[in-house]
């Protein structure tokens, strides 16, 4: 069975960074797309960024473009998420989740962890 | 941008209803649609992929339909444990874009 869990979430001030990281394990990591998505606690979804199995392809929403930075490292089955310029906008629960091409739906999900940006 | 148009935002039904929710993008996917349901406090969960194929493990009573700019997920006889918020997504272009949701409540 699939596992990803999320770490790297808390609090920060505006303007801060947090690295966060997702751990997976059950699932061949290195073969699927990777997303982040985040949801603003009692709000819809957002996906966020995307990134390709050799790193070579990386998207980003619009409103985190330049400020965040997708990666993996396929010998550790992890995924990373850099954020940096952080805003009180920027608060919510982070999910990473997997897919199996550019297209595809995501699955698996982690559990998500919180980032609050707030001083 | 591709935009997502689920409706209703909220639906109350009882217990052996059949429940629909659509959902309407603001331009051609193809079958570039997925549905997800997310419980509080849980991570979403996919139900079906493609439009109209049922994810391993989803009970049978979850369908999907449509293509190009309008779809449909539909409960054919609502159970208790099926209270929960769902979402549409494209996967077609990039930015990958969601649906606002719809919250699913028993009447």
């Known amino acids: 069975e699939a596992q990803l869990v999320e770490s790297g979430g808390g609090l920060v001030q505006p303007g801060g960074s947090l690295r966060l990281s997702c751990a997976t394990a059950?699932?061949?990591?290195?073969?699927?797309?990777m997303n982040w998505v985040r949801q603003i606690p009692g709000k819809g979804l957002e996906w966020v960024a995307n990134?390709?199995?050799?790193?070579?392809?990386?998207n980003y929403v619009d409103s985190v473009e330049g400020r965040f930075a997708i990666s993996r490292d396929n010998a550790k089955n992890s995924l990373y998420l850099q954020m940096n310029s952080l805003r009180a906008e920027d608060t919510a629960v982070y999910y990473c989740a997997g897919g199996y091409s550019r297209r595809s739906w995501f699955e698996p999900w982690g559990q998500g962890t919180l980032v609050t940006v707030s001083s | 941008d591709i935009q997502m148009t689920q409706s209703p935002s909220s639906l109350s039904a009882s217990v052996g209803d059949r429940v629909a929710i659509t959902c309407r993008a603001s331009?051609?996917?193809?079958?570039?649609l997925n549905w997800y349901q997310q419980k509080p406090g849980k991570a979403p969960k996919l139900l079906i992929y493609i439009a109209s194929s049922l994810q391993r493990g989803v009970p049978s009573r979850f369908s999907g339909s449509g293509s190009g700019t309008d779809f449909t997920l539909t409960i054919s006889s609502l159970q208790p444990e099926d209270i929960a918020t769902y979402y549409c997504q494209q996967s077609y272009i990039i930015p990958i874009t969601f649906g606002q949701g719809t919250r699913l409540e028993i009447k």
């Open positions: 990134i390709n199995q050799d790193e070579s392809e990386k």
């Open positions: 331009q051609n996917i193809a079958t570039y």
């Open positions: 059950g699932f061949t990591f290195s073969s699927f797309w």
